[in-house]
């Protein structure tokens, strides 16, 4: 009899997916829920792409018969009201998850905001009991975890919702794996005697092979975020559930282990874009494995059945997990895993490990040379506050050149033919440089008070990286837009104002209060060195 129920679950989540997808494509067609072609996508047509709605449906109206059974798998689901609200907490925080990917999928949502609902789901979770408070080794060692069960349950759950959003790249792919990893689930919730859960993931996994018929290559609709959100947060929450009662390594270890691929996978693309590529983790981006894959010369179908084979692999040495008594064969165990996992990785070049060790080395040299020019601007902002003539204010801005290695800056002049005369200039040395080795700009400036001075024009030695040239420069040009000689006038000695006066008169502005140097000849420059 109870037989019967988990192969009534399976096949009726299977037909109910079977009998609900082509309407779900239909009315995404009409809303026009479609995922369009782009450059990081595979997929040459537009396809719809809330499948996961079906994969919901199935889920669920596969499992609610079970509560009219009389037998134990009927009178478990029935006592769920009685002491532990676990399940119910997973389905209600899965199906928030699952409408907050559809919303994603109809109108698209910042990922922030997803991760955050991703959270606090994960936090009702929790807060329901689910967390991972312990882990029992064999020859009844136990490590307790304490406080540190919420944020560890938490990192697990988010993980592993991310990477199955993550590995959704190909036709078939995401609901292959999690197939795989709802049945190694199903047989670890039999096997620790968690019947409602060995139940729910058959019905995933019915609902699953059923999608599978739409969604392989060429795929007639993808599950989109809905879909793998819903997993994610289905499986991560289950192999919680099922640890809670095992309290085991078993009940960790197992899922992520047969989980490896799509974990993995998000953890180098968590280093690809923050360490190799310094962008947001939130970026997209076309480096997964599966991409991997294909840039290999390895078909959609072929890469899916790879990564089916990889996946399979790794939940067989999982499972041996089981059968494992001691310590010492757990690690070898789980070690060997990782192993399977690393060369795959590495055959199909995802892993960029020595890229990465050179990345973080110049990571971190940068993040110092920010870090050291933050300080020489903010020290000399200071100084510029303090200055009450012209002289002081020249002087500061030559310590800010010396300071960001500038070879020369200098105050120019537009004359009337066109031609620019150099009014102030400050070098580093007198050597002169090859011009292949010098990066040359000006910065004009607009203010009405500073006729006399069209520009400041900065020199820097192409030694440094563009990047760099260019942050130095906009520090400089951000103390000249807040403290430029217009904005300064006003706290000027009179006795600088004077001076300013005199060259006025002597036809070297326009105007008395702009401030110039002297001009030794019409394209010479007076040296000062800060």
């Known amino acids: 009899m109870v037989t019967y129920t988990y192969l009534g679950v399976f096949f009726g989540a299977g037909l109910v997916v079977q009998l609900t997808t082509p309407l779900v494509a239909r009315v995404a067609r009409a809303f026009n829920i479609i995922d369009q072609p782009a450059a990081r996508k595979v997929h040459r047509a537009p396809v719809p792409r809330i499948g996961g709605v079906a994969i919901v449906l199935g889920t669920i109206l596969a499992t609610l018969p079970v509560l009219l059974m009389d037998n134990p798998v009927g009178q478990a689901f029935r006592r769920l009201n009685e002491g532990s609200n676990q399940v119910v907490a997973l389905l209600g925080a899965a199906l928030v998850v699952f409408l907050v990917g559809l919303l994603d999928d109809v ?47 938490i990192l697990w759950i988010v993980a592993i919702t991310v990477a199955i959003n993550f590995i959704d790249g190909l036709d078939g792919l995401a609901g292959g794996i999690a197939a795989i990893v ?155 895993g990782l192993a399977v996992l690393l060369l795959v990785f590495r055959v199909a070049g995802a892993s960029r490990f020595r ?47 010396s300071r960001m290695c500038f070879e020369r800056v200098a105050l120019i002049q537009q004359l009337p033919d066109g031609d620019t005369t150099n009014l102030y200039v400050w070098r580093r040395t007198q050597e002169e440089l090859k011009p292949g080795e010098l990066v040359t700009m000006a910065i004009p400036l607009i203010e009405d008070a500073m006729e006399g001075v069209s520009g400041i024009e900065l020199t820097i030695s192409r030694q440094w990286s563009l990047e760099c040239v260019g942050r130095r420069v906009t520090l400089f040009g951000r103390l000249i837009d807040e403290y430029g000689l217009a904005r300064r006038q006003a706290a000027f000695a009179p006795a600088g104002r004077t001076t300013l006066t005199v060259l006025s008169a002597l036809g070297l502005v326009s105007r008395p209060k702009a401030a110039v140097g002297p001009v030794v000849g019409k394209r010479a420059a007076r040296s000062s060195q800060a």
């Open 355 to 401: 890229e990465t060790i050179a990345a973080l080395h110049r990571n971190s040299i940068i993040a110092h040379q920010v870090r050291v020019e933050r300080e020489h601007f903010e020290d000399v902002q200071l100084q510029m506050l303090r200055a009450t003539t012209f002289e002081e204010w020249w002087r500061t801005v030559c310590e800010l050149a």
């Open 182 to 336: 709802c049945s190694v689930l199903a047989v670890l919730a039999f096997y620790g005697g968690h019947l409602v859960m060995g139940v729910l993931m058959l019905a995933l996994l019915g609902s699953l092979v059923g999608f599978l018929f739409f969604n392989w290559n060429p795929a007639k609709i993808f599950m989109g975020d809905c879909g793998s959100m819903f997993l994610g947060f289905m499986i991560g929450g289950s192999s919680v559930v099922c640890q809670t009662k095992a309290q085991t390594l078993v009940g960790l270890a197992l899922p992520a282990l047969a989980m490896g691929v799509p974990l993995f996978d998000t953890l180098l693309t968590f280093i690809r874009r923050r360490v190799l590529n310094r962008r947001s983790i939130f970026a997209s981006e076309r480096g997964h494995i599966h991409h991997r894959l294909l840039d290999l010369g390895l078909g959609q179908r072929v890469s899916v059945l790879l990564m089916y084979l990889v996946t399979a692999v790794m939940a067989g040495i999982g499972v041996l997990l089981l059968f494992t008594r001691n310590n010492v064969g757990m690690l070898a165990v789980i070690g060997c």
């Open 107 to 153: 109108r698209s949502i910042p990922a922030k905001l997803r991760l955050v609902v991703l959270v606090a789901a994960s936090l009702v979770l929790c807060s329901s009991g689910a967390r991972i408070e312990s882990i029992t080794l064999s020859g009844n060692v136990m490590i307790q975890l304490g406080w540190l069960s919420w944020p560890l349950t």
